[in-house]
């Protein structure tokens, strides 16, 4: 599979890689679906401390062993869990943030994590701190780079300007583009790459989208928005010889800021789609601008 360069930093993500957090820690079959991840190419694995209370931590720490060479682990923290394991709260002091990540790195059963993030933020944290815990954890060998997991513009400039994060995970689909009208560009002249999650829109964005159709819409789309403009994105997609979810993939992994499309998957047979997606041709660039005209063009305003 494609592997493509993280941002500043010397770590290769597979085109697509692997979201985690639909995988059951209690059931065999998320084991073997990670191994099968890796035999068909794929070398990055998303996960966060917060996923079932560290649980998906300890599975993706179980399937990995033998083959940490191979792959890159990313993860995430920030959010302090209760001794009794039912609510959270946002804790990025640099306190916290140095004591979470020696706990992830003992769940993943490893010695160092490849990418870590900060799982969100908002302006009125202590970012200067939070910066400060990440470059002492780079310096004191427990991970290799950092990154930040974010929608918020005004949080994400903050780390572009003050911090050396390689990455921005970020919410990005042909559903919603907001991030080409106002994050894209800085995070490229910064080479900042984009990780794109969601990349089918909760399901909407697959042949079976009828099915997840609700009143509610989706972000700024109206249903009645939404279903118009899946009918003419299947109808294109068709035209040209792909499928609704191909073109979904394909479109982000077309721009040039992205790093790598996670997809998460619950089954080997979802995972066997996205993998099966991923063969198929990229889309030329007359190609997503003819996309790009049938999609509905919104900015960030509730998160900034």
């Not at 560009?185 to 042949?207: H, Y």
């Not at 040209?240 to 080997?268: D, F, P, R």
């Amino acid at each position: 599979m494609e592997k493509r360069k993280i941002g500043h930093s010397n770590l290769y993500a597979s085109a697509i890689g692997l979201g985690c957090m639909s995988l059951d820690p209690d059931h065999n079959e998320s084991e073997y679906i990670i191994h099968k991840a890796i035999d068909y190419g794929i070398n990055y694995f998303d996960t966060a401390d917060l996923y079932q209370f560290g649980k998906n931590e300890q599975l993706l720490g179980k399937a990995l062993k033998g083959k940490r060479d191979d792959i890159i682990i990313a993860t995430k923290g920030g959010n302090e869990w209760n001794e009794t394991k039912d609510s959270w709260k946002w804790n990025p002091t640099k306190r916290y943030i140095k004591e979470a990540v020696k706990n992830s790195v003992k769940r993943l059963q490893t010695d160092y994590i490849d990418l870590y993030q900060l799982h969100g933020g908002t302006t009125s944290d202590p970012i200067d701190e939070t910066i400060e815990a990440f470059e002492e954890l780079m310096s004191e060998g427990w991970i290799r780079y950092y990154g930040i997991s974010s929608i918020r513009p005004n949080v994400i400039k903050e780390y572009v300007q003050k911090s050396n994060i390689v990455s921005v995970m970020m919410q990005y689909s042909l559903l919603d583009v907001r991030p080409e009208e106002e994050m894209v560009d800085l995070l490229q002249e910064n080479q900042i790459s984009v990780l794109a999650r969601g990349p089918l829109a909760k399901g909407l964005l697959t042949e079976r989208y009828y099915d997840k159709l609700t009143e509610d819409g989706y972000l700024s789309y109206s249903k009645k928005e939404l279903q118009t403009t899946l009918i003419k994105l299947q109808s294109w997609a068709n035209e040209e010889g792909y499928s609704l979810h191909e073109i979904a993939l394909h479109y982000c992994l077309g721009n040039k800021a992205v790093a790598t499309v996670i997809q998460g998957c619950s089954t080997i047979e979802q995972l066997y789609e996205n993998i099966s997606t991923a063969k198929k041709r990229s889309l030329s660039l007359n190609q997503l601008s003819e996309i790009q005209k049938i999609l509905k063009v919104d900015k960030y305003h509730l998160h900034r």
